[in-house]
């Protein structure tokens, strides 16, 4: 089938998470892995892995969505990557696709297992948005944990008062610049 390297691409939604069973007894040249969501569409790992595959390469993944929540981006990526002559594999669902074999029936599968995918997840999003609701009528809501302690917060308003540089601090206190200035403007 193909002559080149087989290049593998994990994604997990958390940096917890477990990246090992993905491609688990499959033999892969190199691999890259994105720890973020599928609904994130910054994925530096996905890039520089699209960026590598060559002529004659195959990208082997364990499941559909692991590569893409979204079926236009799963079909577009597919598409893109057989135009260049790179085959994609589906370790999980047993699908092939190269540039020269055009199975319509496979074609149709990916459409189905990856709007299926993307239906699963939108209803996920629409379990959670209800749970919320409910969990704030009762009075039980309270929002995600505070990432800084109030401690913490007084160190920060102290050192930016005094000059030093806001990434940097945001840095050392392993957040990002946006919720940084948030805790300085509450």
Request: charged share 30%; proline share 1%.
């Amino acid at each position: 089938m193909n002559n080149g390297k087989k290049i593998g691409y994990v994604r997990v939604s958390s940096t917890d998470q477990n990246t090992e069973r993905q491609l688990e007894g499959v033999h892969i040249d190199r691999v890259f892995t994105d720890k973020a969501s599928g609904r994130d569409t910054h994925r530096p790992q996905l890039q520089a892995a699209l960026d590598y595959l060559r002529d004659g390469d195959l990208l082997v993944v364990h499941s559909m969505d692991r590569l893409a929540r979204n079926t236009e981006d799963l079909l577009r990526i597919v598409r893109e990557l057989t135009a260049r002559q790179v085959c994609v594999e589906f370790v999980k669902e047993r699908l092939t696709f190269s540039s020269d074999n055009h199975d319509p029936m496979a074609h149709l599968m990916m459409t189905m297992l990856g709007g299926f995918a993307q239906f699963e997840r939108a209803l996920i999003r629409e379990r959670q948005r209800e749970g919320i609701a409910v969990a704030k009528a009762n009075g039980v809501y309270r929002g995600r944990k505070a990432k800084l302690s109030t401690g913490q917060v007084g160190e920060i308003k102290a050192r930016v008062a005094a000059g030093e540089k806001k990434a940097a601090i945001a840095r050392e206190f392993g957040v990002s610049r946006e919720t940084l200035y948030s805790y300085l403007d509450a």
